[in-house]
């Protein structure tokens, strides 16, 4: 079969069968279809649409581009968490160490950032030393013995992914409720977790604009999920605004630890409130308990014993970072420059659009514009005021942390036009919309 009669049929609008869907995902996990075809295929695809059927046949060909991997030696219900991608959002540094301590055994696989939105395997490489690329026994020994372990998509573990994630990355093909659910649901199911929390992000940085569609994208990767018998509850999340106050990969470390270490600030309070909301989900998944207060209780409690922060450590040790890092964050990858964006007249918060945050970072260099753009961990945004918070005209709201001038210039086109004040109080943004614990 020549693919070029798969590409004429995808970009025909034909519905494409499970043997050409394969053809795809192996020809270019081998590396036998170049990188244009395989982008004209992902934007035929994200053109046209993918019904059901291709979006479940793509996520099984993606899942079998690699190993299962089997954890059943590790007796515990194994448990992992997802975003479909935000601003500012760090919770995975955050709730796997809180699981992990808890006894919910966390085997986790991330990806980079994608598009506008952060990704925790470049906030985790922001750690001097810490290497996401463990191979499988390594990564096996890991969740055996400390509970938890954080890798990317290897050559051995959804490879498919690998390589179209980064493709999509760069050829804006990202908001697709198919080629999203295909590219999670592979990983996941490849981990060998027995269930899992999706934190479905809606709103202006989010790849799902409309709580509507939020929902679909979430009952899209359960019902693919609990066909494959895992346990999945989903959480559709705010993403108007950045979560929490750091943006950028070094940052987003600092603020993880902030909040492990129990000195949230105010303007840390929603990633507070979401990290212990997802964690306690797991924690529920994983059979500690029934009751979501008591679960985010174990988690509180992670927090003030100081367990879940050491096991944090003790994860960077033994993925080869420098755990001491994180007690002086003056060795994390830095910025030499701050420029201030101030309000521009007294009120609220009415909007802070995580969209063109989001944009202005990776412009910045925390993100990639193409498939080789170095990262530059150090680079990124503080916010200082959340929608909601009262301002003084003059007062810093966002904080750019640059170490390239140009890159600046780029970024504040973005983030000029990121703020409004409203004269009028404007109530803070509902963080979580609708929690979803099973299909109809
Ligand atoms: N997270 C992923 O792993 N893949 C996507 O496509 C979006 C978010």
């Known amino acids: 079969m020549h693919f070029q009669e798969i590409l004429i049929k995808k970009r025909d609008g034909k519905a494409l069968g499970r043997k050409e869907i394969q053809a795809f995902v192996h020809g270019y996990t081998l590396g036998t279809i170049p990188d244009y075809q395989a982008s004209s295929f992902l934007m035929a695809s994200f053109l046209n649409g993918l019904s059901i059927e291709e979006t479940v046949w793509l996520t099984e060909a993606m899942l079998h581009s690699g190993t299962v991997v089997d954890l059943s030696e590790v007796r515990a219900a194994k448990v992992d968490k997802h975003s479909t991608g935000g601003v500012g959002d760090k919770t995975s540094l955050i709730i796997a160490p809180i699981c992990a301590a808890v006894g919910v055994p966390v085997p986790m696989i991330s990806g980079r950032g994608l598009g506008h939105t952060g990704g925790t395997l470049d906030k985790l490489e922001a750690i001097p030393g810490f290497n996401v690329n463990l191979g499988l ?5 890991l969740v055996r013995e ?12 959804a490879p498919a992914d690998k390589r179209l994630y980064a493709l999509r990355d760069v050829t804006c093909t990202v908001e697709n409720k198919s080629l999203i659910s295909a590219s999670i649901m592979s990983k996941k199911l490849a981990e060998g977790i027995d269930a899992l929390v999706l934190d479905v992000k809606t709103g202006s940085g989010a790849f799902m604009k409309s709580e509507l569609e939020a929902e679909e994208l979430a009952r899209l990767m359960m019902s693919i999920g609990q066909k494959m018998g895992k346990r999945i509850t989903s959480l559709i999340t705010d993403m108007n605004q950045p979560l929490g106050s750091h943006v950028g990969n070094a940052l987003e470390v600092i603020e993880s630890v902030d909040i492990l270490k129990g000195e949230a600030q105010p303007e840390q309070q929603d990633l507070l409130e979401l990290s212990l909301l997802l964690a306690a989900h797991m924690i529920i998944l994983g059979g500690k308990t029934e009751n979501v207060e008591e679960a ?3 988690a509180k409690q992670s927090i003030n014993d100081g367990t879940a922060f050491l096991k944090l450590k003790e994860i960077v040790n033994e993925q080869g970072g420098d755990s001491s890092a994180l007690d002086e964050p003056t060795r994390l990858p830095g910025a030499d420059e701050c420029h201030l964006v101030k309000a521009g007249k007294s009120g609220y918060i009415e909007n802070l659009d995580a969209l063109l945050i989001g944009k202005g970072s990776v412009y910045l260099g925390a993100g990639r514009i193409t498939l080789d753009s170095p990262i530059d961990p150090g680079v990124g945004i503080i916010v200082r005021k959340k929608v909601g918070d009262s301002v003084k005209k003059g007062e810093s709201v966002l904080e750019v942390r640059f170490n390239d ?9 973005y983030l000029d036009k990121a703020i409004s004040i409203a004269e009028e109080p404007v109530p803070a943004l509902q963080l979580v919309k609708k929690t979803i614990t099973h299909l109809d």
């Not at 400390?146 to 573990?157: D, F, K, N």
């Not at 001038?405 to 086109?413: A, F, R, S």
């Open 137 to 141: 026994d390594d990564y096996k020994k």
């Open 146 to 157: 400390i509970g938890c372990c954080l890798i990317g998509q290897t050559s051995e573990i």
């Open 405 to 413: 001038e140009l890159k600046l210039q780029d970024c504040l086109e």
């Open 296 to 298: 985010v209780e174990m």
